[in-house]
Nanobody, 128 residues
Framework: VHMVESGGGLVQTGGSLRLSCAASGSTFTSLSVAWFRQAPGKEREFVGC??????????WYADSVKGRFTISRDNAIDTVYLQMNRLKPEDTAVYYC????????????????????WGQGTQVTVSS
C-alpha cells in the first residue's frame, strides 16, 4: 500500500490544520489507518487511528489530542484526514500516516509495529 501525506505547515498556537493521507494499492475500506508523530529527539508517538472493523470504522485517539483532533475518512477517494484544532507548540512534529489490513491486530492499534505501510511524513510546526 502506498501512502502519501499532505497538508502540513506552519501555524500559530490555537490555529488549525488538516492533514490528508491518500492511499493506493489496496482495498481502502478494509484498511485501518493511523496517524503518528515524531518530534526531534523523541520516539514516534501514536496520535489516532481509524480502525476498520467487521461492520464499521472506529476512531481512537491519544489522550494528548482527544477533543482537539478528529480523524475522518472519505472512502470514495481513498483518503483519511486528520483535522487538528487548537494546536499547541507541543504538537510540533513530523506527522506520518500508516496502514494495515489486518483487523486481528486491533489490540495493538497504538503500536507503530502494527502497521505495514507508511507515508513519508509531513512537517507540522506550531509557533508560540
Amino acid at each position: 500500500v502506498h501512502m502519501v501525506e499532505s497538508g502540513g505547515g506552519l501555524v500559530q498556537t490555537g490555529g488549525s490544520l488538516r492533514l490528508s493521507c491518500a492511499a493506493s494499492g489496496s482495498t481502502f475500506t478494509s484498511l485501518s489507518v493511523a496517524w503518528f508523530r515524531q518530534a526531534p529527539g523523541k520516539e514516534r508517538e501514536f496520535v489516532g487511528c481509524s480502525w476498520s472493523g467487521p461492520y464499521t470504522w472506529h476512531a481512537w485517539y491519544a489522550d494528548s489530542v482527544k477533543g482537539r483532533f478528529t480523524i475522518s475518512r472519505d472512502n470514495a477517494i481513498d483518503t483519511v484526514y486528520l483535522q487538528m484544532n487548537r494546536l499547541k507548540p507541543e504538537d510540533t512534529a513530523v506527522y506520518y500516516c500508516a496502514a494495515t489490513d489486518s483487523q486481528s491486530k486491533v489490540s495493538f492499534y497504538r503500536d507503530p509495529h502494527t502497521y505495514d505501510s507508511w507515508g513519508q511524513g509531513t512537517q507540522v510546526t506550531v509557533s508560540s
